[in-house]
């Protein structure tokens, strides 16, 4: 038996990259699944891959930095799937740049998208999770949040923020039978670290054209395969929100090839 069989999931950023990944992960183990992204193209390509697995799929338009688009669009995915078992929030970008250049009106966006927008959706989602059946909620830190990543001080600032959050969640709602996992990926080839994200709320890094890469030579895989696809990282998050993943709750997984030692 598929360990989505009967299980109820809400993707956000499941539009590209990690999170439609995740999207056709979830589907091909049984699930019924919404995909939530701020892109329409970026939602058809994904009920394109989904082929046959379709019929289990719903796809929603929500935008995760307005509270109000949230707000309607939990509730449209909760009517839609009869209940909900299982949120993970992939929707995230990234911007990279010199810090003493960065407006706040930048800083605040990455914030806005990345750890505000987890904390509404988690938030609208709570009282149906509570209903759920072996709920859980996997979050998306990055190893940006322990880890030095130059040029991206917003970005790790708002993931450091969803790593924290998430041992918080753990601890106040484990009475409610709710677990909270994050996964942090790190070399990973997806629409946010390429570029090719289908949306704003994937969009890629944007190194400033001075940048020192010497910077970056510890931040190569020490398995030597080069960034990994985004398939490695959906099929952690699809462990850790099964029932295989049933005791863990309150910490986080690295993804990242050994980048980080």
Do not use: W
């Amino acid at each position: 038996m598929n360990r989505y069989d009967g299980r109820r999931a809400l993707v956000t950023g499941g539009g590209s990259g990690i999170g439609q990944a995740t999207v056709l992960r979830l589907l091909a183990e049984g699930g019924s699944v919404v995909a939530a992204d701020v892109s329409e193209a970026g939602l058809a390509d994904t009920v394109t891959k989904a082929g046959e697995a379709g019929d289990r799929l719903t796809t929603l338009v929500i935008d995760v930095a307005d509270e109000s688009s949230v707000r309607a669009g939990v509730a449209s995915a909760v009517e839609a799937l009869g209940g909900l078992d299982v949120v993970v929030n992939a929707a995230g970008i990234l911007r990279s740049g010199h810090t003493h250049e960065t407006s706040l009106e930048s800083f605040e966006q990455v914030l806005r998208i990345n750890l505000v927008g987890t904390f509404l959706v988690i938030r609208e989602a709570i009282p149906a999770l509570r209903e759920g059946h072996g709920a859980a909620v996997v979050n998306f830190s990055s190893t940006s949040a322990v880890f030095a990543h130059p040029y991206m001080a917003a970005y790790a600032a708002s993931k450091g923020g969803i790593q924290s959050m998430t041992h918080a969640l753990a601890s106040e709602y484990a009475g409610d039978g709710i677990r909270f996992t994050a996964v942090q990926p790190g070399s990973i080839s997806s629409g946010m670290t390429d570029g090719s994200g289908a949306s704003k709320q994937s969009a890629g890094p944007g190194l400033p054209e001075d940048a020192d890469l010497n910077l970056f030579v510890k931040l190569a895989p020490a398995l030597g395969r080069g960034f990994a696809g985004p398939e490695t990282v959906a099929g952690v998050v699809a462990m850790l929100a099964s029932e295989d993943g049933a005791f863990i709750t309150g910490t986080e997984v690295r993804i990242d090839g050994g980048t980080h030692f």
